[in-house]
Nanobody
Framework: QVQLVESGGGLVQPGGSLRLSCVASGLTFGIYTVAWYRQALGTERELVARMFSTDGRPTYADAVKGRFTISRDNVENTVYLQMNSLKPEDTAVYYC??????????WGQGTQVTVSS
């Protein structure tokens, strides 16, 4: 059974930092493209950052470029999202995703990030 379990969310003041983690089990983690998405209240889920399995190349949404960093550890089956200089508009539920094109697509349960003073 495949599981993706996120952690690291919470309440942080504007300008602060958080590090999200997502531990995967039940899949060959290294062959999956991994990503972080987020969904704010009343909006659609949007891609935040993605790291391809083939070359480890990261891509970012324009709104988080220069502030967020995605990384992965294929030994620990974990993907991270380091979030710096957080803004109130970063408030959302953050979801971990593991994707193997046209074969499998898995999601975590989400972790709440709230940026507020």
């Amino acid at each position: 059974q495949v599981q993706l379990v996120e952690s690291g969310g919470g309440l942080v003041q504007p300008g602060g930092s958080l590090r999200l983690s997502c531990v995967a089990s039940g899949l060959t983690f290294g062959i999956y493209t991994v990503a972080w998405y987020r969904q704010a209240l009343g909006t659609e889920r949007e891609l935040v950052a993605r790291m391809f399995s083939t070359d480890g190349r990261p891509t970012y949404a324009d709104a988080v470029k220069g502030r967020f960093t995605i990384s992965r550890d294929n030994v620990e089956n974990t993907v991270y999202l380091q979030m710096n200089s957080l803004k109130p508009e970063d408030t959302a539920v953050y979801y971990c995703n593991a994707n193997f094109p046209e074969v499998a697509d898995y999601w975590g349960q989400g972790t709440q990030v709230t940026v507020s003073s």
